[in-house]
């Protein structure tokens, strides 16, 4: 299959590592070539990494590199799916679906990986609804095997099941769910999220201390708050925005704490500092 994957950030980086390791012909896009190479440059660290563990042979990873193709504009593309990777987003995801209708064939599906926007008002900025879907991967992409698919109101079955079979071929496990914000996943982690940081904001703990309860209390692998850093917490604000404001709930108001890291550039992870500081 001919794959295009718009945005080569860590998300997309991901896909079009995965989806080239199972033998598709991927175009890699990001606007200019710095970001391009970037995203490059994390698919054969990844890859080399897999050769030092045994996973992938030298010969296996050139191969998969041969696969990806660096490209710095959306062109017109002969694919048979486009996914949008891009920033959290929807005015900026819905020009870029606007574009991709036009740059793709008129057959071509159209996805999107957001992890909280409405498919159907994403399909909506195109002349091929029936051919848009929500193929929301996890992070990190070649690791993680969950993908959401959703439909869009107007999704067709044929989407949907050429979808789902991509999804197989790649190794993952599609799950369907419905067109609502934040789908399954964002829905139910990132009121936790969020409550975690509340829990700080109010004094009730530090970031260590509830990380700590949550890990060895409750089980999980990662605490909510160095989860958040890793998603990075300005994606953390815009889901929990696209919440807010989808469902009219206060029970999904953003934590002020949240809003203000953010306004002071504290991302997380990316940018050096967020709950915790990171080199």
Avoid at 92 to 103: W, Y
Avoid at 220 to 244: E, K, R, W
Wanted: aromatic fraction near 6%; charge should be negative.
């Amino acid at each position: 299959m001919k794959v295009a994957v718009i945005g080569a950030g860590q998300m997309g980086s991901g896909i079009a590592q995965v989806a080239a390791t199972h033998h598709h012909s991927v175009i890699l896009v990001d606007r200019d070539e710095a970001l391009v190479q970037r995203g490059i440059a994390g698919i054969e660290r990844n890859l080399s990494r897999a050769v030092e563990k045994g996973r992938l042979t030298p010969e296996q990873r050139g191969t998969i590199l041969t696969h990806v193709r660096p490209e710095t504009a959306i062109k017109d593309f002969d694919v048979d799916i486009a996914i949008e990777a891009a920033t959290e987003n929807v005015n900026l995801k819905r020009e870029l679906f606007r574009t991709l209708d036009q740059a793709t064939p008129p057959e071509a599906i159209i996805a999107s990986n957001t992890s909280s926007i409405s498919i159907t008002l994403l399909a909506a900025a195109t002349g091929r609804p029936g051919n848009v879907i929500g193929m929301h991967f996890m992070n990190p992409v070649p690791v993680m095997q969950l993908v959401e698919i959703i439909r869009g109101i107007a999704t067709t079955q044929q989407t949907y099941d050429t979808v789902e079979q991509l999804a197989r071929g790649l190794g993952k496990t599609p799950v369907e769910v419905r067109d609502f914000p934040g789908f399954v996943s964002n829905r139910v982690l990132m009121p936790m999220i969020n409550e975690a940081i509340y829990a700080v904001y109010e004094g009730v703990g530090t970031p260590e201390a509830v990380d700590t309860v949550m890990k060895l209390g409750m089980n999980h692998p990662m605490g909510p708050l160095q989860l958040a850093d890793f998603i990075g917490l300005d994606t953390c604000l815009a889901i929990m925005n696209v919440l807010y404001d989808g469902f009219s709930d206060t029970k999904y108001r953003p934590c002020p704490l949240l809003k203000q890291y953010v306004a002071a550039g504290w991302f997380g992870k990316k940018s050096g500092r967020g709950f915790y500081t990171y080199e």
